[in-house]
């Protein structure tokens, strides 16, 4: 490797990036609580970087931090994208620590997480008016996908015209309805997959390139 | 032409009474035309909507808010909620029947064409017993 070379490497790398145009895109991973958004989040990362992003859980709220994952680099057809992703807590519109307490909790930590969980909520809005170059949308298939905060979120989503793919998880279990998630929003795109099992995961994965490559 | 504002700062209610409804048995329920919000800021249209709903409201907006002010309201609203005090809210609006009937040029000027008929009230008073396209069936009840 001489001189040259090295310094036309580094042109090139240089002119890579502002041709690429920009910095990796930031993908918020929005979803209303427990639909497997950290699950996803985590199969992403362990799929191209070999390390999780963040605890899963059925209790819900489980995620109330915002939690990034920079420079997942995605080959899809030899070509690779690069995207920072960012699971965000499940957005709801009411808290109540009481809710907790039914997952075996005391009070003093179902109160503490109930206020985690506003604070993570409140940030994650904030995010997605100011800080996300497009979003992974996540519900579970097993319930039903017309919630007012459904509806919300995605005309939120729409209304700042970012590029938004809708997932319908948990394909695994026997009440998953796929076709309901697509009625549900039939503007968008709608991709089946199970993040727990992998299920589909190389259409994810080639829907991501295509969507925010 | 300007008037009380409905708890606005927590004042004077429409009726003029005290803005705490629970000194009787009803649950006050605040109908707000599209032309009263008209004039108002986001923030001003939030500080409305919450400090009814707080104030154990239930509030009607003939309008609906705009994208950007659902995701202010969802944000406000999380940082007021406080163990046994506030839980939150319960909010319901038509599912959209038809998201292309916005034009790009619509939304390029701001105009809401999905203008519609949002309830909204304290998570722990109201509860959509049924919702679709046509109708919103909730049951509130006192604290
Ligand atoms: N059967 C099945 N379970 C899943 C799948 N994806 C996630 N889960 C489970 O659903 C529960 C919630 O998963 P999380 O990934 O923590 O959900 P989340 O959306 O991050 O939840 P919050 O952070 O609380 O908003 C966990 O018990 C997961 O194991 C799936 O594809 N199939
Ligand atoms: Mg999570």
Redesign the pocket.
């Known amino acids: 490797m001489g001189l040259l070379t090295n310094l036309k490497d580094s042109i090139s790398k240089v002119s890579d990036r502002l041709f690429a145009d920009e910095e990796p895109k930031r993908i918020g991973i929005y979803?209303p609580?427990?639909?497997?958004?950290?699950?996803l989040a985590n199969r992403i990362a362990r799929d191209w970087t070999g390390d999780a992003v963040g605890p899963?859980?059925?209790v819900?709220?489980?995620?109330r931090r915002a939690r990034r994952k920079e420079g997942v680099e995605i080959e899809r057809n030899g070509r690779t994208v690069t995207i920072d992703i960012v699971?965000t807590?499940?957005v709801t519109t009411k808290v109540d620590y009481k809710e907790f307490l039914d997952h075996d909790m005391e009070k003093d930590d179902a109160v503490r997480r109930s206020r985690e969980a506003t604070e993570g909520v409140a940030e994650a809005m904030h995010w997605l008016r100011e800080d996300v170059d497009g979003v992974i949308y996540?519900l579970d298939s097993t319930t039903d996908p017309f919630t007012q905060v459904n509806t919300m979120l995605i005309g939120i989503i729409e209304s700042q015209d970012l590029p938004v793919l809708i997932l319908a998880?948990?394909t695994?279990?026997p009440e998953s309805n796929i076709q309901r998630v697509a009625n549900a929003f039939p503007q968008h795109e709608t991709i089946p997959l199970?993040?727990?099992?992998g299920d589909n995961m190389d259409e994810v994965y080639d829907k991501i390139a295509e969507y925010f490559g | 032409m300007p008037e009380a504002t409905p708890n606005v700062d927590g004042g004077d209610g429409i009726d003029g009474s005290d803005d705490d409804n629970g000194d009787d048995d009803g649950v006050r329920i605040d109908l707000i035309s599209g032309a009263r919000m008209e004039g108002l800021t986001s923030m001003e249209k939030i500080r409305l909507i919450l400090d009814g709903v707080r104030d154990g409201n239930i509030v009607i907006l003939e309008e609906g808010l705009a994208p950007d002010e659902e995701s202010k309201l969802i944000e406000v609203t999380m940082t007021e909620i406080s163990p046994d005090e506030f839980t939150g809210i319960e909010i319901e609006t038509y599912p959209k029947s038809d998201a292309g009937d916005q034009t790009l040029l619509d939304r390029l000027m701001g105009r809401e064409s999905a203008q519609k008929l949002t309830v909204i009230g304290p998570a722990n008073q109201l509860q959509t017993l049924h919702k679709d396209e046509t109708l919103i069936s909730a049951l509130v009840s006192r604290k």
Do not use: I
């Open positions: 979803g609580p427990n639909a497997g958004k950290t699950t899963e859980s059925h819900p709220h489980e995620t699971d807590p499940g996540v998880n948990k695994d279990l199970s993040a727990l099992e």
